[in-house]
């Protein structure tokens, strides 16, 4: 009993003293400041992160619409823009024209396949 009788007077002596009431009172404050609140410093920093990635998005977007309006008012001036964009897109072809697919691959032909015996 005397053990915990002296604890307690140690600890009601730390606590009346000036010192720790601020720093606790300090301590508190900046955790709850720095990362504990919804406008804490964590989320302000994350939000930094995030409005980067949000810029580099929007300058990406930009620069495929600068393109587009490009092509556009290409195909509003060259009449041949638009044969070209359905030749390279879609594979279109003109009436008068025969198109041949050459393939690069290296398969041998499945007559020579089949009559290979294995050991």
């Known amino acids: ?3 915990l009788g002296r604890i307690k007077t140690f600890l009601l002596r730390l606590w009346r003293s000036q010192f720790l009431k601020y720093s606790v009172v300090c ?5 709850i400041v720095g990362f504990l609140d919804e406008n804490s410093v964590w989320s ?3 939000n930094l992160q995030r409005i980067d990635e949000l810029t580099e998005e929007t300058e990406r977007y930009n620069a495929d619409f600068q393109r587009d309006q490009a092509q556009i008012r290409e195909l509003e001036t060259n009449p041949k ?4 964009i359905a030749r390279e897109r879609y594979f279109m072809k003109a009436d008068d024209e025969d198109i041949f697919v ?3 691959d290296d398969r041998a032909p499945k007559s020579i396949v089949d009559h290979e015996e294995t050991e």
Not at 27 to 31: K, S, T, W
Not at 81 to 84: D, G, L, N, P, V
């Open 44 to 46: 302000h920093i994350k």
């Open 81 to 84: 823009a638009m044969e070209k």
């Open 1 to 3: 009993m005397k053990v």
């Open 27 to 31: 301590i508190a404050g900046v955790l």
């Open 102 to 104: 050459l393939s690069d």
